[in-house]
């Protein structure tokens, strides 16, 4: 594996799971990662177990991505913090249907607003922010995290699914954007 020394990262939902995950590989490979997360308690959690290890070379932020005030001072803290930034993971999202899957005629209107006002507009921001001139160094990477359910419809889960789907879309048009800065931004399936 090649080194990312020097790099500095973002991710979002970095408190647990696939955001927890990437963040430590960028950290095994000598990268400053800056952990942003809703989630305060699995946040806290995670910075005792890697802030000792590499305490120069992490910053954990609360961050609720659906608001884009929230992921601006993520930016403009991760910035000031590092220096610099040259990659964005942007991973927080929601399934929503605490209740088990439903299908579309029982899917209530709330439910599926919060699901796409965190999935679709906490990717929007995302990328408004860290595409903005300036931020991000050119040759820098965003990785988007999307879904399999963003390529295929799937029963009882149309809020994630159709929010997935637009995750795809606008790293797809955030692409176009940014390919004239030598910015990559990609989206992963998993």
């Not at 932020?61 to 601006?72: E, F, I």
Request: with cysteine.
């Amino acid at each position: 594996m090649s080194s990312l020394a020097g790099k500095v990262f973002a991710v979002t939902g970095a408190a647990s799971g696939i955001g927890r995950s990437t963040a430590e590989i960028l950290l095994s490979r000598g990268a400053k990662v800056s952990f942003g997360d809703i989630d305060v308690l699995h946040l806290e959690e995670t910075r005792a177990l890697r802030q000792p290890q590499a305490p120069e070379r992490t910053l954990f932020l609360h961050l609720d991505v659906a608001d884009r005030q929230s992921v601006r001072e993520f930016v403009e803290k991760t910035l000031k913090h590092f220096g610099h930034l040259d990659g964005l993971a942007h991973v927080a999202g929601i399934a929503g249907n605490a209740q088990g899957p439903r299908k579309i005629w029982e899917l209530e209107n709330s439910q599926f607003r919060l699901i796409h006002q965190v999935n679709v507009e906490g990717t929007f921001n995302c990328l408004g922010e860290a595409l903005k001139p300036g931020v991000m160094s050119d040759g820098g990477s965003i990785v988007n995290v999307s879904s399999y359910a963003g390529i295929h419809g799937l029963p009882g889960i149309s809020g994630y699914s159709s929010s997935k789907h637009a995750v795809i879309g606008l790293t797809r048009c955030a692409a176009i954007e940014a390919a004239p800065r030598n910015i990559r931004v990609n989206v992963v399936t998993p």
